[in-house]
Protein backbone atom coordinates (compact mmCIF):
# COMPACT_ATOMS: atom_id res chain seq x y z
CA UNK A 1 0.00 0.00 0.00
CA UNK A 2 1.36 3.17 -0.70
CA UNK A 3 0.98 5.76 2.51
CA UNK A 4 1.31 9.60 2.52
CA UNK A 5 2.07 10.99 6.13
CA UNK A 6 1.13 14.99 6.25
CA UNK A 7 3.04 16.80 8.87
CA UNK A 8 6.32 15.51 10.36
CA UNK A 9 5.87 16.75 13.46
CA UNK A 10 5.85 14.45 16.90
CA UNK A 11 3.03 12.18 16.03
CA UNK A 12 3.62 12.44 12.32
CA UNK A 13 7.31 11.74 11.85
CA UNK A 14 7.58 9.41 14.31
CA UNK A 15 4.57 7.12 12.58
CA UNK A 16 6.75 7.96 8.73
CA UNK A 17 9.78 6.84 10.49
CA UNK A 18 8.50 3.61 11.70
CA UNK A 19 6.41 2.99 8.81
CA UNK A 20 9.86 3.18 6.62
CA UNK A 21 11.67 1.45 8.77
CA UNK A 22 9.04 -1.53 8.66
CA UNK A 23 9.92 -1.60 4.72
CA UNK A 24 6.53 0.14 4.04
CA UNK A 25 6.28 2.71 0.83
CA UNK A 26 5.77 5.33 2.48
CA UNK A 27 6.56 9.70 1.70
CA UNK A 28 6.32 12.12 4.24
CA UNK A 29 5.24 15.72 3.74
CA UNK A 30 6.96 18.39 5.48
CA UNK A 31 8.60 21.85 4.91
CA UNK A 32 11.44 24.40 6.18
CA UNK A 33 14.55 23.66 8.00
CA UNK A 34 12.67 20.29 9.35
CA UNK A 35 12.20 18.73 5.51
CA UNK A 36 15.53 19.90 4.67
CA UNK A 37 17.21 18.09 7.27
CA UNK A 38 14.98 14.65 6.24
CA UNK A 39 15.97 14.76 3.05
CA UNK A 40 19.32 15.20 3.71
CA UNK A 41 20.02 13.06 6.54
CA UNK A 42 16.93 11.12 6.98
CA UNK A 43 14.95 11.00 10.31
CA UNK A 44 16.05 10.38 14.13
CA UNK A 45 14.21 9.26 16.36
CA UNK A 46 15.42 9.74 19.61
CA UNK A 47 14.07 7.39 22.36
CA UNK A 48 14.58 7.07 26.16
CA UNK A 49 16.77 4.12 25.65
CA UNK A 50 17.74 4.20 22.11
CA UNK A 51 18.03 6.15 18.80
CA UNK A 52 17.84 5.48 15.65
CA UNK A 53 17.76 6.76 12.23
CA UNK A 54 16.16 5.79 8.26
CA UNK A 55 16.07 7.04 4.75
CA UNK A 56 12.68 8.88 4.54
CA UNK A 57 10.58 10.07 1.26
CA UNK A 58 9.67 13.26 2.15
CA UNK A 59 8.76 16.43 0.17
CA UNK A 60 6.64 19.40 0.54
CA UNK A 61 2.88 19.00 -0.04
CA UNK A 62 2.52 20.95 -3.14
CA UNK A 63 4.68 18.13 -4.31
CA UNK A 64 2.40 15.43 -3.69
CA UNK A 65 2.01 13.03 -7.13
CA UNK A 66 0.29 10.05 -8.20
CA UNK A 67 -2.31 7.88 -5.67
CA UNK A 68 -2.12 7.14 -2.39
CA UNK A 69 -3.87 4.16 -1.02
CA UNK A 70 -3.83 6.05 2.35
CA UNK A 71 -3.24 9.28 4.05
CA UNK A 72 -2.56 10.27 7.37
CA UNK A 73 -3.17 13.74 8.85
CA UNK A 74 -1.12 14.83 11.45
CA UNK A 75 -1.23 18.31 11.41
CA UNK A 76 -2.55 21.27 13.94
CA UNK A 77 -6.68 20.68 13.24
CA UNK A 78 -6.69 24.19 12.07
CA UNK A 79 -4.64 23.31 8.80
CA UNK A 80 -6.80 20.09 8.07
CA UNK A 81 -8.88 21.73 5.23
CA UNK A 82 -5.65 23.38 3.53
CA UNK A 83 -3.40 20.22 3.84
CA UNK A 84 -6.43 18.05 2.57
CA UNK A 85 -6.75 20.53 -0.43
CA UNK A 86 -3.23 20.43 -1.79
CA UNK A 87 -3.32 16.90 -1.77
CA UNK A 88 -6.83 15.68 -3.06
CA UNK A 89 -5.70 15.03 -6.92
CA UNK A 90 -3.75 12.21 -4.84
CA UNK A 91 -7.21 10.92 -3.39
CA UNK A 92 -9.24 8.14 -5.25
CA UNK A 93 -12.89 6.63 -3.91
CA UNK A 94 -10.44 3.56 -2.75
CA UNK A 95 -8.10 6.01 -0.63
CA UNK A 96 -8.26 5.63 3.18
CA UNK A 97 -8.55 9.08 4.67
CA UNK A 98 -7.89 9.32 8.26
CA UNK A 99 -6.87 12.54 11.10
CA UNK A 100 -4.74 12.40 13.66
CA UNK A 101 -5.46 15.78 14.81
CA UNK A 102 -6.65 16.84 17.88
CA UNK A 103 -10.33 17.12 18.58
CA UNK A 104 -13.57 14.67 17.97
CA UNK A 105 -14.74 16.15 14.78
CA UNK A 106 -12.09 15.43 12.20
CA UNK A 107 -13.44 12.81 10.62
CA UNK A 108 -16.18 14.41 10.14
CA UNK A 109 -14.79 17.26 8.11
CA UNK A 110 -12.83 15.10 6.25
CA UNK A 111 -16.20 13.08 5.00
CA UNK A 112 -17.22 16.73 3.64
CA UNK A 113 -14.01 17.57 2.01
CA UNK A 114 -13.95 14.15 0.44
CA UNK A 115 -17.36 12.23 0.51
CA UNK A 116 -16.35 9.20 -1.92
CA UNK A 117 -13.26 8.24 0.29
CA UNK A 118 -13.13 5.97 2.54
CA UNK A 119 -12.95 8.03 6.28
CA UNK A 120 -11.64 6.88 9.55
CA UNK A 121 -12.61 8.15 12.92
CA UNK A 122 -8.80 8.31 14.67
CA UNK A 123 -6.68 9.54 17.68
CA UNK A 124 -3.05 8.52 19.53
CA UNK A 125 -1.87 8.45 22.56
CA UNK A 126 1.90 9.35 22.13
CA UNK A 127 4.09 11.86 23.70
CA UNK A 128 7.15 13.60 21.19
CA UNK A 129 7.53 16.54 19.46
CA UNK A 130 10.50 18.12 17.12
CA UNK A 131 13.71 18.05 18.89
CA UNK A 132 15.76 19.69 16.00
CA UNK A 133 15.29 19.49 12.65
CA UNK A 134 14.92 16.28 11.52
CA UNK A 135 15.51 14.54 14.61
CA UNK A 136 11.83 13.73 16.66
CA UNK A 137 12.15 13.11 20.62
CA UNK A 138 9.50 10.82 21.82
CA UNK A 139 9.09 10.79 25.61
CA UNK A 140 8.07 7.57 27.33
CA UNK A 141 6.63 3.75 25.88
CA UNK A 142 3.37 5.53 25.65
CA UNK A 143 2.00 4.83 21.96
CA UNK A 144 -1.38 3.77 20.93
CA UNK A 145 -3.47 4.59 17.62
CA UNK A 146 -7.01 4.52 17.78
CA UNK A 147 -8.53 4.13 15.01
CA UNK A 148 -12.64 3.02 13.85
CA UNK A 149 -15.70 3.53 11.43
CA UNK A 150 -18.40 1.54 10.05
CA UNK A 151 -16.20 0.46 6.89
CA UNK A 152 -14.39 -2.20 9.08
CA UNK A 153 -12.44 -3.42 6.15
CA UNK A 154 -10.79 -0.15 5.78
CA UNK A 155 -10.04 -0.23 9.71
CA UNK A 156 -8.42 -3.71 9.47
CA UNK A 157 -6.25 -2.56 6.19
CA UNK A 158 -4.91 0.63 8.67
CA UNK A 159 -4.44 -1.98 11.58
CA UNK A 160 -2.25 -4.71 9.20
CA UNK A 161 -0.58 -1.28 8.57
CA UNK A 162 0.22 -0.65 12.42
CA UNK A 163 1.10 -4.55 12.78
CA UNK A 164 3.39 -4.51 10.39
CA UNK A 165 5.73 -1.25 12.05
CA UNK A 166 5.12 -2.98 15.19
CA UNK A 167 2.87 -0.05 16.83
CA UNK A 168 0.17 -0.29 18.68
CA UNK A 169 -3.60 0.31 17.90
CA UNK A 170 -6.76 -0.18 18.97
CA UNK A 171 -10.19 -0.57 16.87
CA UNK A 172 -12.73 -0.09 19.79
CA UNK A 173 -16.48 -0.60 18.36
CA UNK A 174 -17.66 2.82 19.68
CA UNK A 175 -14.49 5.12 18.12
CA UNK A 176 -16.74 8.60 19.32
CA UNK A 177 -16.18 7.45 22.92
CA UNK A 178 -12.63 7.23 22.77
CA UNK A 179 -12.11 10.22 20.84
CA UNK A 180 -14.10 12.00 23.68
CA UNK A 181 -12.27 10.03 26.75
CA UNK A 182 -8.92 11.71 25.14
CA UNK A 183 -10.81 15.19 23.96
CA UNK A 184 -12.25 15.72 27.36
CA UNK A 185 -8.36 16.08 29.29
CA UNK A 186 -7.22 18.01 26.40
CA UNK A 187 -9.96 20.62 25.79
CA UNK A 188 -10.48 21.29 29.47
CA UNK A 189 -6.88 21.85 30.40
CA UNK A 190 -5.81 23.40 26.95
CA UNK A 191 -8.62 25.93 27.72
CA UNK A 192 -7.90 26.29 31.25
CA UNK A 193 -4.08 26.93 31.35
CA UNK A 194 -4.68 29.15 28.27
CA UNK A 195 -7.15 31.53 29.97
CA UNK A 196 -5.50 31.98 33.37
CA UNK A 197 -2.01 31.75 31.55
CA UNK A 198 -0.76 29.13 34.11
CA UNK A 199 0.37 25.77 34.39
CA UNK A 200 -1.91 22.31 34.81
CA UNK A 201 -0.68 22.09 38.37
CA UNK A 202 -2.04 25.75 39.21
CA UNK A 203 -4.92 25.03 37.69
CA UNK A 204 -5.61 21.40 39.76
CA UNK A 205 -4.86 23.80 42.98
CA UNK A 206 -6.41 27.02 42.33
CA UNK A 207 -9.16 26.66 39.71
CA UNK A 208 -10.00 22.82 40.64
CA UNK A 209 -14.15 23.74 40.71
CA UNK A 210 -13.65 25.61 37.06
CA UNK A 211 -12.00 22.38 36.03
CA UNK A 212 -14.39 20.45 37.47
CA UNK A 213 -17.40 21.71 35.54
CA UNK A 214 -15.38 22.45 32.19
CA UNK A 215 -15.30 18.45 32.05
CA UNK A 216 -18.61 18.15 33.46
CA UNK A 217 -20.07 20.36 30.09
CA UNK A 218 -17.69 18.18 27.94
CA UNK A 219 -19.10 15.02 29.05
CA UNK A 220 -22.29 17.04 29.03
CA UNK A 221 -22.23 17.69 25.69
CA UNK A 222 -20.87 14.11 24.77
CA UNK A 223 -24.43 12.72 25.86
CA UNK A 224 -25.99 14.99 24.29
CA UNK A 225 -24.93 15.11 20.87
CA UNK A 226 -23.21 11.34 20.58
CA UNK A 227 -25.18 9.47 23.45
CA UNK A 228 -22.19 8.45 25.35
CA UNK A 229 -21.48 8.34 28.76
CA UNK A 230 -17.81 9.68 29.82
CA UNK A 231 -19.22 11.38 33.03
CA UNK A 232 -17.05 8.89 34.97
CA UNK A 233 -14.00 11.02 32.82
CA UNK A 234 -14.72 13.72 34.98
CA UNK A 235 -12.92 12.68 37.86
CA UNK A 236 -10.50 10.79 35.83
CA UNK A 237 -9.41 13.59 34.20
CA UNK A 238 -8.89 15.95 37.78
CA UNK A 239 -7.00 13.12 38.97
CA UNK A 240 -4.64 12.40 36.11
CA UNK A 241 -3.82 16.09 36.31
CA UNK A 242 -3.43 16.27 39.79
CA UNK A 243 -0.40 13.59 39.34
CA UNK A 244 0.76 15.70 36.37
CA UNK A 245 4.38 17.50 37.21
CA UNK A 246 2.84 20.81 39.07
CA UNK A 247 4.47 22.67 35.43
CA UNK A 248 3.27 20.70 33.35
CA UNK A 249 1.72 22.94 29.78
CA UNK A 250 -0.42 22.93 27.05
CA UNK A 251 -0.04 22.83 23.49
CA UNK A 252 -2.58 25.52 23.22
CA UNK A 253 -1.15 27.65 26.28
CA UNK A 254 2.31 27.54 24.98
CA UNK A 255 1.05 28.84 21.43
CA UNK A 256 -0.87 31.21 23.08
CA UNK A 257 2.23 32.48 24.88
CA UNK A 258 4.55 32.40 21.99
CA UNK A 259 1.91 34.37 19.71
CA UNK A 260 1.50 31.12 17.34
CA UNK A 261 -1.77 30.01 15.34
CA UNK A 262 -4.03 28.03 17.94
CA UNK A 263 -6.25 25.05 17.90
CA UNK A 264 -9.16 27.21 19.92
CA UNK A 265 -11.49 26.21 17.35
CA UNK A 266 -11.25 22.63 18.13
CA UNK A 267 -10.48 22.62 21.63
CA UNK A 268 -12.50 25.34 23.14
CA UNK A 269 -14.84 26.33 20.48
CA UNK A 270 -16.61 23.34 19.48
CA UNK A 271 -18.22 23.01 23.00
CA UNK A 272 -21.48 24.59 23.15
CA UNK A 273 -21.99 25.27 26.57
CA UNK A 274 -22.06 28.15 29.23
CA UNK A 275 -18.85 27.67 30.66
CA UNK A 276 -16.84 27.30 28.07
CA UNK A 277 -18.25 29.39 25.74
CA UNK A 278 -17.33 32.13 28.39
CA UNK A 279 -13.79 30.95 27.99
CA UNK A 280 -13.75 30.57 24.39
CA UNK A 281 -15.20 34.11 23.57
CA UNK A 282 -12.37 35.92 25.89
CA UNK A 283 -9.74 33.96 24.24
CA UNK A 284 -10.96 34.67 21.22
CA UNK A 285 -10.11 38.59 21.93
CA UNK A 286 -6.40 37.70 22.47
CA UNK A 287 -5.39 36.22 19.37
Not at 141 to 146: C, D, E, Q, S, T
Not at 215 to 220: M, N, P, S, V, Y
Not at 263 to 270: A, D, I, Q, R
Request: some cysteine.
Amino acid sequence: MKIAVVGLGGVGGYLAASFAKAGLDVTGFARGAHLEAIVKNGITIKEDKEQWSVNLDAKELCEAEGEFDVVLFCTKSYDLEDAYEKIAHCVSKKTILLSFSNGVNNGDRLRSLAPDARVLDATVYILAHIETAGVIRKKGKVFAAVVGAADTEAVQSLAALFEKAALRYKTPQNIKEALYKKYIFIAAFATLTSYYDTTIGDIVKNHYDEAKQLLTEIAQQAKEQENIDIFDEVQKSLDTAAKLPYDSTTSMYLDFKNGKKTELENLSGYVQKPFMQKLYNELKKRI
